[in-house]
């Protein structure tokens, strides 16, 4: 049976890979809607290739450019923050999360309230909204699908009965061959290099930073319901294992897979079957060794800031995403060197706001509180 689809942030990095997916296996999957920022020619020209039913841009001034380049062909075209919501709220049996930062946290609310199932690599959402976002699966009966590699390979060795921990990899990023010294000065240029990932600009950055891992560890905690000292990581330089599941009898069941979004992405799409994906393949003889490391706290200290966060409560985790986004906005435009990011972080943690966290209001208010107690030290 046809499946549909809807693809939140279809222009980026996830959101083609998933189109990609999608295009391999005509007859199986009709799009209902794709959306982006304010990339008009992207979307468009991807709506046309998966013959989706709508186009939407959140920025409202792009709306003339996509409708022109939607011209005559029937795809109904819109534009604006609450387009892309109503878009996500359109009823599609699997809604793929992929737009970058907590600017998803709106339009994945409003795709679970159709109670199907919702794939998630926008990990934000989840960072500052986890208890918000769970309680609404449970209220709409959605399933949620990890798409995050490493949640989605240990989603695929996961079982709550004898389970000890669970561990997520992390490649290292581009950084990690490199002395403290080095990083200090680091350039946009060198931080979106990735060693191992073809990824969008903040993500990559988070990588270089390790702000990624805690990010993830925070995801993971949400989504498999474990204490955080149950969530370990370790440093796998070749990314070949994406996460592992350790049992009380001793066996440590892993993932492994290409390093490619099709793969977690197909995994989802199928869910609970299995599909063919049109990406890489893993070919274990290409490697003669897999190493694995502890992390460096004192190189990488966001990772730590991540537990720390965690500990401390809901509160602070909105305050080190919302730090974490500014900072690396900051980076990326040339405003703060790649060693202030973590000074980000901390002065976000410091100045982290008290107070409920248990509506989407509530949260947008912290978050806000924090990206200005950061930027107003820039
Ligand atoms: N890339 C990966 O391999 C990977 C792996 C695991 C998890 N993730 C997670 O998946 C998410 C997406 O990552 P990505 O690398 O695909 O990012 P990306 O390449 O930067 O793409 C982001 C997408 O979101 C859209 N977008 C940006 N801001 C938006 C806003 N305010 N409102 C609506 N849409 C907006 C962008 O549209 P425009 O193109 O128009 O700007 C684009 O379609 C992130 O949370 C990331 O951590 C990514």
Known sequence: MTRTVTILGATGSVGRAAADVIASAPGRFSVQAVTA?????????MAMSLNAQRAVLAE???YQALKDALAGTGIEVAAGPEAVEQAAALPADITIAAIVGLAGLRPLMRAMEQGRTVAIANKEPLVAAGPLVLAAARRHNTTILPLDSEHNGVFQVFDKKGLERITLTASGGPFWGWSAKKMANATPEEALAHPKWRMGAKISVDSATMANKALEVMEAYHLFGLPAHKIDVLIHPQSVVHGMAEYADGSVLAHMGPNDMRTPIAHALAWPDRMPTPGRRLCLRDFTNLEFFPPDHARFPALQRGYEALAAGPAA??????????AVGAFLAGRIPFSEIIRCIDRGLEAAPTGPVDTLDAIEALDATARKAVEETL
Request: charged fraction near 25%; hydrophobic fraction near 50%.
């Open 37 to 45: 920022r304010r990339d008009a020619g992207g979307l468009a020209a």
């Open 317 to 326: 985790c909105v305050a080190f995403n919302a730090a974490n986004e500014v």
């Open 60 to 62: 409202a001034e792009r």
